[in-house]
């Protein structure tokens, strides 16, 4: 055979393997990034038989499962989408049961290409303080602070609108967002009337204190119209200080964080205005192991509606960025109750494919 048709063939069988590849990487490049994240949780405790705490039941349950789309659509767009299944508390016969729902947690598309500008349409976490904006996976303890749960309810303050963030030219990094949210909140913002949009404002700011330790300040402020004439109001501040050593960033590092939040609510029959913090430590050992504190406070400014307490600690097991094992304990000790209430929950987190970063 001669070498110009040992050529020929050489050259066919490139072009007859290539093609299909070609043809499967540009299919393939228009799809958008798929990751699935579960959580898997078992429950102990004192109050979890009651019929009145279906959401904090006792035994085994499925946290959440989510499942995210993300893809950039073109120069100008990209998009997001946050697709979660979890249990909800239904009523049938005068019987409370839980039943699991498909609801989209997320659905936004960004601006892209902007100067120090972003711009973001759709249903998304508001920017307020620091851990309204975390997906549940993302929690640093297996449930949300008090003063979240007791202000905005579980799910916080998740709304359709409109968002603008401005990177300022300080010399640290500072960032201003002001957002327009339909205000669906039925804590906060229970108007009848459609047009009643609620308005946000928070400024962040982060700066460096050395290689190792960053620290990062947020104030936010949300006002919107309530079930009646007045306004309903609610402020936060979040702070949070790490350290991180650069030469063993794998294996150590330390965080502390403090979140207040304050509400005010003209119009409500009880708890005006109604306010609380919540502080956590989180220190990873080495490699594998993580070790959390978290105190918790719900009471402000009145303590004769009275105050409500928890402390929680917590040990994770992280053997990779797909899987993570957490045992949590939590003393809560509610207004009226003669005696602290005792949990235990133990939650497995697992994803699959490649789930993009949220927020720092």
């Known amino acids: 055979m001669s070498s110009r048709i040992r050529t020929a063939m050489l050259l066919s069988l490139i072009v007859s393997t ?16 798929l990751s699935l994240n579960g959580l898997f949780l ?3 405790g004192q109050g979890g038989n009651r019929p009145q705490d279906p959401e904090e039941a006792n035994g085994f349950s499925i946290q959440e499962v989510e499942v995210r789309l993300t893809s950039n659509i073109d120069a100008y767009w990209r998009g997001d989408v946050t697709l979660a299944i979890h249990p909800h508390p239904e009523e049938e016969n005068g019987e409370t049961h839980l039943e699991y729902k498909l609801e989209p ?3 936004w598309v960004e601006r892209i290409g902007l100067e120090d500008w972003t711009v973001r349409v759709g249903k998304f976490k508001a920017f307020l303080g620091k851990h309204n904006q975390l997906h549940t996976h993302s929690f640093p303890f297996i449930d949300a602070p008090l003063p979240h749960q007791m202000i905005l309810g579980e799910e916080g303050l998740n709304e359709v609108g409109l968002s603008a963030a401005y990177l300022t030219p300080l ?3 500072s960032e201003v967002v002001i957002q327009a949210l339909q205000g669906e909140n039925e804590n906060l913002f229970a108007s009848a009337a459609n047009d009643d949009v609620a308005g946000l404002m928070a400024w962040k700011n982060l700066w460096d204190f050395n290689d190792e330790t960053t620290f990062e300040w947020t104030l936010s402020h949300v006002r919107g119209r309530g079930d009646g004439e007045e306004f309903n109001s609610l402020s936060g501040s979040a702070m949070t200080l790490k350290w991180k050593p650069s030469d063993s960033s794998r294996t150590q590092s330390l965080s502390w964080t403090l979140e207040g939040l304050y509400a005010e609510l003209p119009e409500a029959a009880a708890n005006k205005r109604r306010g609380g913090y919540s502080t956590w430590i989180q220190y990873k050992v080495n490699r594998l192991w993580w070790v959390q504190f978290r105190h918790e406070y719900f009471g402000l400014p009145k303590e004769e509606e009275g105050i409500t307490r928890k402390n929680s600690a917590l040990v994770g097991y992280i053997p990779s960025e797909y899987s993570g094992l957490r045992l949590q304990y939590d003393n809560l000790r509610s207004p009226g109750a003669s005696q602290a209430e005792q949990r235990v929950s133990l939650q497995l987190n697992v994803s699959m494919g490649a789930h993009p970063a949220h927020d720092y």
């Open 105 to 107: 947690e997320e659905a």
């Open 18 to 33: 290539s093609l299909p590849a070609a043809a499967q990487k540009s299919a393939s490049a228009a799809n958008p990034d």
């Open 171 to 173: 010399p640290w990094y």
């Open 42 to 44: 078992y429950r102990g």
